[in-house]
């Protein structure tokens, strides 16, 4: 599903990420996990394509494919989805609004019909029911005065909406209380499948409690120190990130 | 002595004013002639006038502008901004002259009167002179606010005709009053100078919408005035939208006196012509009065759009708010010069104003110029400008959803400018406000 082979990327010409390897199969969960500033979420937006991250060496390849040469919405029409640590508020366009277009712009890239907007309210409605969102989060403007754990919540909502190949979630648990985490498993488990592959960005082992990894990595001073099983993770929140600090340094 | 770009506009008094509406009046004839006097003198504003610095007509003075000859031009089609059945009035004026055949008036009522001020110069000429020219002073009243307004007096030397709208006491009119100007010139540019009177007397209440359009592609040159004056309790729902062909001058004038718990509540969408100016001046003379200025525009090329406000609070407890959204793109220049001014009885004054502009290109420019005087001490007033692209990490976003970025951005610029038209009273014409808006993003 995807490659990540000596990754190298700078941000305003400071090296962040030195030499990433990271391989996922279809159907698994890969944990990376790290302290602050240890390039976690540099790895989420060099996979999504924002603009300020510049690759010095390596590749990244998704189902065989060069990622990193594609557009940002060409990846997310391909199936790749960030969770955003700190989803974008864009006031005066409709949740109902954004989502309908996010859809109807990947379907069209596929070459699929786009859904009217009764049948693309009858998806949503359905989606939301099972994330247990309010209805009048669709009404309301992207994200504009959403609490933390609702905003996360909508970015599950388009995540079950979109049906990633490949979702990556950055710090998707920060600030959220344990209700609002739970929500937000509940929604990632409900997507697990053979042919989808997750790449969980957290700060903490707590997240993964309820999404429970194949494999968990620890990302510290832009390289992976180490990797292991879904153990590991407990054993970091026993230990923390103090010795890879040190191994990283 | 007059200046050279205002000397041709001096002759055309001279050929005109045995046709202009109300002739044979003494005091209308002495207020032209009070306006025309002042218009000579002043000439057609340059940057060197402080409030003119940011916009310049030196390309209207290349123009040669000539008069309407009253001919009749032939209207196929209506431009309405309203549904079929929305509206009972709806009052056309073709070059500033009155269309009785095009236009539609409820028969009137105790109480209401709505028709072209030419009509009313006949019928009722002493009504009319209570009010002309007394809101907006064109001729004398030196170092009354807000000074020197040259094109204003132009426009009382010349003026055609206009809405004419007078409602008594507590009457109120349900259905928004649609007054459609239409200039037509093909080769030989046209001037005109079309003028509007709407008095409100206490507690009546009603909704104009202005539309000003092209016919022919010619160019033009629409030098409009309007005085309002809303007595005590009075509310007015004025919209405007001015969609003018790219090449035309458009220049409107309003003032409105605001009285006690009364309300002025105004937005224009402005989105054609090559200039155009709009310049509101608001007097809060009555404890509780309180006005809405408000404004979005969509410009590019080479278009220039001015957007002039003046908010004076005379007396205490008066309010104002103002919300100005703009989106540039290409060469296109806007300006924005907002003046809040606090006399020194009106003490909780309550005054904010922002101007929110958007720069899709490097090129676009807008010039702000927020001025507050206050002269109370117990005072609530604000001003804000931001001026600035995209935002990115809302473009990121989008697309990073798959929405590819022509698109992602379309749909940020239609969000910005839809904020400003959800105030909007009349629910009839938000559609066509709403359409004006893709429409002008459909031809990026």
């Keep these: ?249 | 002595m007059t200046t050279a770009g205002a000397q041709p506009f001096v002759e055309q008094y001279g050929a005109l004013k045995g046709a202009l509406p109300g002739v044979g009046l003494p005091w209308l004839a002495e207020l032209r002639e009070a306006g025309l006097a002042r218009f000579a003198s002043l000439g057609l504003p340059t940057p060197r006038d402080e409030s003119w610095k940011y916009t310049n007509l030196r390309p209207l003075e290349k123009v040669a502008f000539g008069t309407p000859n009253g001919e009749a031009v032939s209207i196929d089609r209506l431009p309405s901004l309203l549904p079929a059945g929305a509206s009972e009035n709806r009052l056309v004026f073709v070059n500033g002259h009155y269309r009785a055949d095009l236009s539609t008036l409820k028969s009137l009522r105790e109480g209401v009167e709505i028709g072209s001020l030419a009509a009313s110069l006949e019928r009722s000429p002493e009504t009319v002179a209570e009010y002309l020219g007394q809101i907006a002073p064109a001729g004398g009243a030196a170092g009354e606010q807000p000074g020197e307004q040259p094109l204003l007096a132009l426009n009382t030397a010349l003026s055609g005709d206009g809405l004419m709208l007078r409602l008594g006491r507590g009457a109120k009119v349900k259905t928004p009053i649609e007054v459609i100007f239409i200039g037509a010139a093909t080769e030989q540019a046209l001037a005109y100078h079309p003028r509007n009177l709407i008095v409100l007397e206490p507690e009546s209440q009603a909704v104009v919408i202005e539309h000003h359009v092209s016919l022919g592609g010619g160019a033009t040159f629409a030098n409009s005035a309007t005085e309002i004056e809303l007595g005590d309790g009075a509310l007015l729902h004025h919209y405007k939208m001015q969609a003018e062909g790219p090449e035309t001058f458009h220049v409107s004038t309003v003032h409105a006196r605001v009285g006690r718990d009364a309300h002025y509540d105004s937005f224009g969408m402005s989105l054609g012509s090559r200039l155009s100016r709009n310049e509101v001046s608001v007097r809060l003379n009555g404890q509780g009065a309180n006005c809405h200025l408000n404004g979005a525009y969509m410009v590019r090329g080479k278009q220039h759009c001015d957007t002039t406000t003046l908010v004076e609070h005379l007396v205490p407890r008066t309010s104002c708010r103002e919300v100005f959204k703009g989106v540039l793109d290409d060469e296109a220049r806007a300006v924005f010069q907002g003046r809040i001014v606090v006399h020194p009885d009106a003490q909780q004054s309550d005054g904010h104003q922002l101007s929110k502009a958007m720069l899709l290109s490097e090129r676009a420019e807008i010039d702000i110029k927020p001025e507050l005087e206050i002269y109370a001490d117990d005072v609530k007033c604000s001003h804000g400008a931001t001026a600035g692209d995209l935002d990115h990490d809302a473009l990121f976003y989008l697309r990073s959803r798959g929405l590819p970025e022509r698109p992602a951005r379309r749909l940020l610029i239609e969000a910005f400018l839809t904020e400003s038209i959800e105030a909007i009273a009349a629910e009839d014409l938000c559609p066509a406000f709403l359409a004006s808006i893709a429409d002008w993003l459909k031809t990026d």
């Design chain 1, 1 to 249: 599903m995807l490659e990540i082979k000596n990754l190298h990327v700078t941000v305003e010409d400071k090296e962040i990420l030195k030499g990433i390897d990271l391989t996922i199969m279809p159907g698994e969960i890969h944990a990376v996990m790290g302290p602050n500033g240890s390039g976690k979420s540099t790895l989420a937006y060099i996979m999504t394509g924002r603009e300020g991250y510049e690759v010095t060496e390596g590749e990244v390849l998704y189902q065989g494919r060069d990622l990193l040469a594609m557009a940002p919405e060409e990846r997310a029409a391909e199936g790749v989805f960030l969770a955003f640590q700190y989803p974008v508020e864009i006031p005066g366009v409709p949740n109902t609004t954004f989502l309908k277009e996010a859809v109807n712009a990947q379907r069209r890239h596929r070459g699929e019909d786009e859904l009217d907007a009764m049948q693309f309210l009858k998806v949503v409605r359905q989606k939301v029911k099972e994330l247990g969102i309010a209805d009048e989060m669709l009404k309301r403007a992207v994200n504009v005065g959403f609490s933390g754990g609702e905003k996360k919540r909508n970015e599950m909502l388009q995540m079950a909406l979109l049906e990633p190949r490949l979702a990556v979630l950055d710090e998707t648990d920060s600030g959220l209380d344990i209700d609002a985490l739970k929500a937000v498993a509940d929604g990632v488990n409900a997507l697990r499948a053979p042919d989808r592959s997750m790449l969980v960005i957290t700060h903490y082992q707590r997240l993964l409690d309820y999404i429970v990894p194949d494999k968990v990595h620890v990302l510290a001073g832009g390289r992976i120190v180490r990797s292991g099983g879904k153990d590991l993770a407990r054993e970091l929140e026993r230990t923390g990130y103090a010795e890879f600090a040190t191994v990283a340094a």
